[in-house]
């Protein structure tokens, strides 16, 4: 792959019929252009985890999606109530999702750590009352170390 193949996606709010959507559509490009497994597999799940966020807390979103060969980035736009405490909201097990969406096997508190653990780089900008904005990347191949 020597070009950037570009995606956007709308992601529905309070639509778990439909969360994934973008998520699987990515995976199958990426297998289509020859990742590797393991490439695909943590830009599925930080990808799916940000979508199930969007339609849990946010009503809904967009996602852009860049892979080139370097890298694949996602960046996920919300207009949702934002998050108040990221620091808080990264800890493993905290949720402020609803009961009825935790009745549906949704809401552990996973979501945002789990998308920091399967992503090389994140950086969230969230304003209360505003939205917030997910910035995630995936190297495709392993980084150089750095030369002291």
């Known amino acids: 792959m020597s070009q950037t193949i570009s995606f956007h996606y709308d992601v529905p709010g ?8 973008a998520s699987g559509s990515v995976k199958k490009a990426l297998k289509q252009v020859g990742l590797a497994p393991d490439i695909i597999r943590n830009v599925a799940i930080a990808m799916y985890e940000g979508e199930i966020n969007m339609v849990i807390h946010a009503g809904g979103g967009q996602i852009d999606v860049d892979i080139d060969p370097d890298a694949v ?3 996920l736009k919300d207009q949702g109530p ?17 009961d009825d969406v935790r009745s549906l ?27 917030t904005t997910v910035t995630m990347t995936v190297f495709t191949h392993p980084r150089e170390e750095a030369v002291s």
């Open 82 to 98: 934002g998050i108040k405490d990221i620091s808080l909201a990264m800890q493993e097990g905290w949720s402020t999702a609803p």
């Open 105 to 131: 096997g949704f809401g552990a508190g996973m979501g945002l750590p789990n998308m920091k653990k399967y992503t090389d780089e994140m950086e969230i900008e969230s304003t209360v009352g505003v939205g």
């Open 73 to 75: 980035r996602m960046v």
């Open 14 to 21: 309070d639509d778990f019929t439909r969360a994934g959507e």
